[in-house]
């Protein structure tokens, strides 16, 4: 590189004319490279002037950024940083909007069904923070308007609940029994959640959608209860073809022909007629029984048993949980009996009740017992309901 910069800057003689005369000069190398470093120096300094000139002039202009100093670059950065917490909350929110809509059209239509589970339909009561809702407003719009719409819907729904929960327990009342004893109380009710003050309208109006599921979810819930109850309900026949030859009640004893309280109802039929269990339940007894000869007794808890005398063939044993419909005995001519028939009692508390009511059951409590069933496998073999 030095020997290159040296081969530049040899001795050179210049010959010139100053108007009176022709004159020698000779340039050494030395005397080259410094003008050469002189010139360089100069127009650098030159260079650096028109620059700084320039970029001063663009940056009054605006055209050009101005050196920013450390707080203003601080400032940039908390902004950003509140920027970016702003749309955070944005998509929570909107994510939040979307959950609920899905929260509530299954509670929506748990209301219609009957059935549903209860702990995710519990969701469906989900409030939003009104100051993160006030953020995202402009963007979760479209959500709020279908959330709108299910509110119309929510009110329809606790319409239907409210008639079914009367209907139920109506036709409770018809048996004698009280839907308070009936429902089936669970440990999965418990709710709770923050307290979030309604600092706006808006945020009112949300906590008010927000009850009015809560309402809706809780009316469902003691409805499924009372449904789930109404499973130990005597409610279909126990045999497949329904006639009597004996009601309950005071009546002429076939034996002395002198008055006497017949404790159920007399089915008559074949001997090997297939006997069902009229509810869910657990057999206390399958023996020998005195005047009912062969006997199957099943308690369905809530105070509730059914007793079904004078078998031919016991098919369950003590202890056996049974299911709406399921084949637990045989007809047949056992004990105090003058001919092969089903003598059926219905029991409350352990008392004998008249038993036609729970055979003639409303379709409507039908109805409820197979929606709280759906979810429960029952025997396929039994007879069905009675119209």
Partial sequence: MLSRTRALFVTRDVLFHDGKAVRHLSLRGRHQIGVAL???L????????????????????????????????????????????????????????ARRIEQRQALLAAAVTGTGDARSLALATLAIDP?????????????????????????????????RYAQTTATLRKLGLR?????????????????????????????????QFRTLFQTWKKLDTLQQGVIAIPSVQPVQHLQFTSNFGIRSDPFRGTAAMHAGVDIPGPVGTPIYATADGIVDHAARQGGYGNMVEINHGKGIATRYGHLSKILVADGTRVTRGQLIALMGSTGRSTGPHLHYE????????????????ADYLLAAQDRALRAIPVSQDGPAPQD
């Fill in 131 to 163: 100051h993160a809702d006030r953020i995202a407003a402009d963007v979760v719009k479209p959500l709020t308007k279908v959330e709108d719409r299910q509110l119309a819907q929510a009110d329809a729904a606790q319409t239907l609940l409210d008639r």
């Fill in 346 to 361: 219905v029991r409350i508390d352990g008392h004998a009740v008249n038993p036609i009511p729970f055979l003639t059951t």
């Fill in 42 to 97: 100069t127009l650098g300094f030159s260079a650096y002037g028109a620059t700084h000139a320039a970029y001063s002039a663009a940056a009054a202009t605006g055209a050009v950024a101005a050196p920013v100093s450390g707080v203003e670059v601080a400032k940039m950065e908390r902004r950003l940083d509140a920027m970016q917490a702003r749309v955070g909350t944005i998509r929570r929110v909107a994510a939040l909007h």
């Fill in 179 to 211: 839907a308070d004893r009936i429902a089936r109380h669970r440990r999965d009710d418990a709710m709770g959640g923050p307290l979030i003050a309604a600092a706006s309208a808006e945020a009112a109006a949300d906590l008010k959608a927000d009850a």
């Fill in 38 to 40: 002189a010139g360089a």
